[in-house]
C-alpha cells in the first residue's frame, strides 16, 4: 500500500518555513511527501508579531468581497500545505502536479499507524529563539478544533 517513493514526515518540533522549503524540493522532483502533527511545527518569531502579520492578511481580504478572497487559511495543516504552495511554481503545470505531492495531517492517521516517520534535520528546532506553534497560531486566527477534547 505504501510507496517507496514517498517521504513521511512528523512535523513535530520542525521551523515551517525551512520545512516548506525542503518538502517543496522533493516535490518538485516527483518524490510525495506527507506530513503528520502539523499542529505541532514551530513558526520562528515572537508570538505576538507572528499573529498580527497573519491577521493583517486576514483583515485585507475582508476590504474587498471577502467571499471572493484572497483566502488564507485558519487550520494548521492548511496554513503548511499553503506555505509550500508560495515556495512552489504555482502558475505553472509543474507547480500545480507538484503541490498535489503534498498531504498534511493534524494528527497521525490509522492507516500510518505503522509507519516509521523521519525528521528533517536543516527544520529542527535551534535553541535560543522565539516560537510559536502553528496550533497556537490557528487558535489566534479561530480555529476551534481540539484534539484532546475528543479522546
Same mark, same amino acid.
Given at each position: ?16 518555513? /525551512? ?32 499573529? $498580527?502579520?497573519? %491577521?493583517?492578511? =486576514? ?8 467571499? /471572493?478572497?484572497?483566502?488564507?487559511? #485558519?487550520?494548521?495543516? =492548511?496554513? %503548511? /500545505? ?13 507547480? =500545480? %502536479?507538484?503541490?498535489? #505531492?503534498?498531504? +498534511? ?17 536543516? +527544520?529542527?528546532? =535551534? ?11 490557528? $487558535? ?7 484534539? $484532546?477534547? $475528543? +479522546?
Amino acid at each position: 500500500m505504501m510507496d517507496n517513493d514517498t517521504i513521511y514526515v512528523d512535523g513535530t518540533d520542525h521551523i515551517l518555513g /525551512r520545512l516548506s522549503s525542503w518538502i517543496a524540493k522533493k516535490v518538485l522532483l516527483g518524490q510525495k511527501v506527507v506530513v503528520v502533527n502539523a499542529q505541532n511545527i514551530l513558526v520562528s518569531g515572537k508570538k505576538r508579531s507572528l499573529i $498580527e502579520a497573519y %491577521l493583517v492578511k =486576514r483583515r485585507r481580504a475582508t476590504h474587498t468581497n471577502p467571499t /471572493r478572497g484572497p483566502m488564507f487559511p #485558519r487550520f494548521p495543516d =492548511r496554513i %503548511l /500545505r499553503r506555505t509550500i504552495r508560495g515556495m512552489l511554481p504555482w502558475k505553472t503545470t509543474s507547480g =500545480r %502536479l507538484a503541490y498535489r #505531492r503534498v498531504s +498534511a495531517f493534524l494528527e497521525v492517521p490509522e492507516k500510518f499507524a505503522d509507519i516509521e516517520f523521519t525528521t528533517i534535520d536543516v +527544520a529542527k528546532k =535551534r535553541l535560543s529563539q522565539n516560537y510559536i506553534t502553528v496550533g497556537e497560531l490557528s $487558535e489566534n486566527l479561530g480555529w476551534r478544533y481540539n484534539i $484532546e477534547s $475528543e +479522546a
